[in-house]
């Protein structure tokens, strides 16, 4: 089926461990996003990509990097995990306001 | 800045009982609304969105939602709740052309059998 891939699904990474969260979509769409969700926060946008070769920060992207490797990938990096990035992070992909979103990994840094 | 909030965290409804689940926007311009729902564990589905036109927009599972300009409000509404449909909702709004949406806190349904 058409969508969203993300990898992994669950990871728990020490301290000061860097992991590279991978997101793949097969639906042609140029935007593709970050997004982390927290109890009672909704999800808070890291960063976004509105097209292949561009990446923009969002609400809380302090921690994280990305790279849009072409137009189907878009990955997060953590360089040095912190507990307070412990979290649910979804990868998503649109095009014009019609989103997609893969089915997210959790993540908990100890 | 654009802001969504849900003021309600947390509703429980009896199975069977209308439901009106509460949003707020602040934005600008005329704004995207959207409803998503997220069932435990799971990734989030649309339940529907606005765009322009008429105020009433109908949705899957029986949902609707009216966008009230004057209030900045766009509630979601069931008249009768099944059990399934208990899970967390997310009012949205787009943010401009950037295609980026900033989210409310969400609110989780309990349905009481």
């Known amino acids: 089926n058409a969508g969203v891939t993300q990898t992994p699904k669950f990871q728990v990474l020490k301290t000061g461990q860097s992991m590279t969260l991978q997101c793949a979509q097969d639906?042609?769409?140029?935007?593709m996003y970050w997004y982390r969700q927290d109890p009672g926060m909704g999800l808070r946008l890291i960063y976004y990509s509105a097209s292949e070769g561009t990446t923009d920060k969002g609400e809380v992207p302090n921690g994280y990097n990305v790279s849009r490797l072409n137009k189907r990938e878009f990955s997060l990096r953590l360089e040095s995990a912190a507990p307070s990035q412990t979290s649910v992070y979804f990868c998503a992909s649109s095009l014009e306001y019609g989103y997609t979103f893969g089915s997210g990994t959790r993540l908990t840094v100890v | 800045a654009q802001s969504v909030t849900q003021p309600d965290i947390h509703i429980t409804v009896s199975e069977g009982a209308s439901l009106e689940l509460r949003c707020n926007y602040s934005?600008?311009?005329?704004?995207?609304l959207f409803w998503y729902v997220q069932s435990p564990g799971q990734g989030l589905q649309l339940l529907l969105k606005y765009f322009s036109g008429d105020t009433l927009v109908q949705g899957i599972k029986g949902f609707e939602a009216e966008f009230k300009r004057s209030q900045s409000s766009f509630n979601l509404r069931k008249p009768s709740v099944h059990w399934s449909d208990a899970a967390e909702y997310f009012c949205a709004v787009g943010s401009g052309n950037t295609g980026k949406l900033i989210f409310g806190q969400g609110t989780t349904l309990q349905v009481k059998p």
């Open positions: 934005y600008g311009a005329t704004p995207y």
């Open positions: 639906m042609n769409h140029n935007s």
